[in-house]
């Protein structure tokens, strides 16, 4: 029988936020939680091409850090939060989380911040699974976590990423054909790191800047005019895996994001010095999917355009994961839509987007029951918190979207990922060509 000192070690002692910066110089929240056994903490990322529906970060609006200091959600976090979890157990995650949701009172959490509900949601989970000595990816999943994810490798960027001349957002690699996960990422690095020798052989060394997430930025002022056309990129890719013997293990992913360059007035989108209505881009990535190996298109269509969505699934969706970020958020009522539409199959997660850990583990509860493939993934202001390399082993996604091997916040969430494969021993298993569905 449990005794009171039993549970005292799982009770809350104190909460405690600050403001640090993320991987763009920009400020961010930290939380840290103690228990009577346990510390937990968590930094909150934060995104650049955001869909206009996610829960609100909040950002102090005044002149330090040109207006995006963290002052005010630190502060609701220290004078707000606290005081409401204070004594509680460590290990109700779903109470936690309800009750700062139901304080903020707000649909988009505007009231305390996403970012701040978000801190100690996270801080919460690893501090529970430090108290009972459990990883952090078995307390998320339980007996089931045994599957590492396929990294979706971004090797080259354009878009709000960067600041080229290519409207597209992410040209990524997956390494289907490896065997484990540290094949994987051996065979990703290798290939990044003989890219940068193709491209500035090209485009000039100029061309190997990188951008937000680590991919390779070609611009002007190479050899070479800078990219624009989606196909440059790809036949970058295609020269770097051959040349490497990789071409029957790597694969290509595309995040285009295309509500950056949608014109919600006349319809349109506007990439590569052209005009497209929704049924002339679909048929660009039907072409460009029929020559390169492409298994995943990320965002192909602006949030609002639920019906080019639809008709991109109808028309790609056999063969190709059509990976929905912006018009979802993470959000399961958003979701639940668009499973009833047919739009996409296949959810990009992103924690920030939704403000709570419970909640973002229902909306992939939601995709896994609907036949939706699940992406875990960063954001483009990152921290060195590795939280998503467990949530992706947690929820078992198959999938992990964290960018380039050449910024160490991006190799953090590698590293640990090597480390839980070395953990777990021979009862591992690669996700590989199952990366939709890995289990």
Not at 2 to 31: C, H, Q, W
Not at 186 to 206: D, L, P, Q, V
Not at 371 to 391: F, K, N, P, Q
């Amino acid at each position: 029988m449990l005794s009171a000192k039993d549970y005292e070690m799982f009770e809350i002692i104190d909460i405690k936020a600050r403001e640090v910066l993320d991987s763009r110089g920009n400020p961010t929240i930290e939380t840290e939680i103690i228990t009577g056994e346990g510390y937990g903490s968590a930094i909150v990322p934060s995104g650049a091409s955001t869909g206009k529906n996610e829960a609100l970060e909040l950002r102090d609006k005044n002149q330090r850090y040109g207006g995006k200091g963290v002052l005010n959600a630190v502060r609701n976090v220290n004078e707000t939060i606290t005081p409401l979890l204070i004594g509680m157990d460590i290990r109700k995650q779903r109470e936690i989380d309800r009750i700062m949701i139901e304080e903020d009172g707000t649909e988009n959490k505007s009231n305390l911040g996403a970012n701040s509900i978000l801190s100690v949601s996270l801080a919460a989970a690893r501090c529970a699974a430090d108290t009972l000595n459990l990883p952090l990816y078995q307390y998320i999943g339980g007996l089931n976590t045994y599957v590492l994810p396929v990294p979706m490798m971004n090797v080259i960027n354009g878009g709000e990423h960067a600041g080229n001349e290519l409207d597209f957002q992410e040209f990524m690699i997956m390494p289907v054909g490896a065997k484990s996960f540290s094949e994987a990422l051996r065979i990703c690095a290798e290939i990044y790191h003989h890219m940068k020798k193709i491209i500035a052989k090209k485009y000039g060394k100029s061309s190997t800047n990188v951008g937000d997430e680590g991919g390779y930025a070609p611009d002007e002022g190479g050899y070479a005019p800078p990219m624009k056309e989606i196909s440059e990129p790809l036949e970058v890719i295609m020269s770097t895996i051959e040349e490497l013997s990789y071409k029957d293990s790597v694969k290509i992913a595309l995040d285009t994001a295309s509500s950056t360059f949608y014109d919600e007035k006349s319809k349109m989108y506007n990439a590569m010095g052209k005009k497209m209505d929704s049924g002339e881009l679909i048929d660009l990535f039907a072409d460009v999917s029929s020559k390169y190996p492409i298994v995943s298109i990320e965002d192909p269509m602006a949030e609002d355009d639920f019906d080019g969505f639809v008709e991109i699934t109808r028309k790609l969706g056999k063969k190709i994961q059509i990976v929905g970020d912006d018009i979802f958020v993470t959000n399961k009522n958003i979701l639940s839509t668009g499973i009833k539409k047919g739009a996409c199959n296949s959810l990009l997660l992103k924690v920030n987007q939704i403000g709570s850990l419970t909640e973002a583990i229902d909306t992939a509860s939601m995709a896994y029951r609907n036949g939706y493939s699940v992406v875990v993934s960063h954001r483009s202001g990152e921290t060195e918190d590795t939280m998503i390399a467990d949530l992706a082993v947690g929820i078992s996604s198959g999938q992990i979207k964290t960018g380039a091997p050449s910024r160490s916040e991006r190799c953090a969430k590698y590293n640990r990922l090597l480390r839980i494969e070395e953990y777990m021993g021979q009862s591992a298993v690669y996700a590989g060509k199952n990366f939709r569905i890995p289990f």
